[in-house]
């Protein structure tokens, strides 16, 4: 007799973590001892490693082993020295790929926050509104350079201290992230208009529409008609605000959904391509190959080992 067996279905979802299962054991510090700068620090592989996301923002020191790291929709490579500060709910993990027999005893020292507070404090204080364009590129995940013995020099100055001295240790770590110019942002598309609210807003309608009914056609003509612009107007507007051409943006839009799709979906490509607005699978192969440096297919290849690491 044939016994029918089911397979588990494979994950592909991020793990949201919750706060009850950041235990002492793992090297978490109690919030209730340190307040809202909590510092971690742990080896691999551990099962703090895994494809997931949490409500805090979370910097990352690598000390050791080179791989993958994964955010978002980002895949690139890590090393020793490598210093990435990721926003709230966005799924990240690191997955060493030269590990040598037994693991490492330290690979991430890392520091967890929390938005609020932060964002609170710069109303009545003027001086940590100088961080809010931080937080904001954090969104999609910032990766510095050059700051990798500035930053582990401030994990430990962090790390030893408690209270108010703590919290100013964290401000002095956060006034270096925020005055470095060298980085980059790893995750999808970014917003970097300096305008007026109102023109906030027009591009937030604009991204919206895009973002919405990524399938539908989208034209710089008609959407500038709208506004009450010319099209040359509206394209300096557009380029001003996001730093890409209109075309380059709507196909880098379309690009990160596919990404998403690609990750947390089984759909086959041929079909993704035309959900996400593409006419046909050539051009789609060759935006995605342009933007993210690889096929789709290897794409999902690649982000499949995002879940190493786990337990």
Request: charge should be negative; glycine fraction near 6%.
């Amino acid at each position: 007799m044939t016994v029918k067996t089911h397979a588990t279905p494979r994950q592909l979802k991020p793990e949201l973590e919750h706060e009850y299962a950041r235990s002492p054991d793992l090297g978490y510090e109690s919030p209730a001892e340190v307040g809202f700068v909590r510092c971690l620090s742990h080896g691999f592989p551990t099962p703090l490693a895994r494809w997931h996301y949490h409500d805090e923002y979370e910097l990352h020191l690598i000390t050791a082993t080179s791989g993958k790291l994964f955010v978002g929709d980002w895949i690139g490579p890590f090393q020793p020295g490598q210093l990435v500060l990721t926003g709230p709910r966005l799924p990240h993990n690191w997955v060493s790929m030269d590990l040598p027999e037994g693991g490492v005893a330290l690979r991430d020292l890392v520091i967890q926050f929390s938005h609020e507070p932060l964002v609170r404090a710069s109303e009545t204080i003027p001086e940590l509104g100088d961080v809010l364009p931080l937080l904001e590129r954090a969104k999609h995940g910032i990766e510095f350079f050059g700051l990798s013995d500035v930053a582990e020099a401030h994990w430990h100055k962090v790390k030893g201290t408690r209270g108010l001295r703590r919290f100013t240790a964290f401000c002095a770590f956060l006034a270096d992230l925020a005055a470095c110019t060298d980085y980059r942002l790893l995750s999808s598309v970014q917003l970097q208009s300096d305008d007026d609210p109102a023109s906030l807003d027009q591009i937030d309608a604009v991204v919206s529409r895009i973002t919405d009914h990524l399938a539908e056609p989208h034209s710089a003509a008609a959407l500038a008609n709208e506004l009450g612009m010319s099209e040359s107007r509206f394209s300096r507007f557009f380029r001003r605000a996001t730093g890409n051409t209109f075309t380059d943006f709507v196909n880098r839009v379309r690009i990160s959904r596919a990404c998403q799709l690609l990750m947390d979906t089984d759909q086959q490509i041929t079909h993704i391509c035309y959900e996400v607005g593409f006419n046909n699978v050539a051009n789609f192969n060759r935006r995605f190959l342009e933007i993210k440096g690889m096929t789709p297919s290897e794409f999902r290849r690649q982000s499949l080992t995002r879940f190493r690491g786990s337990n």
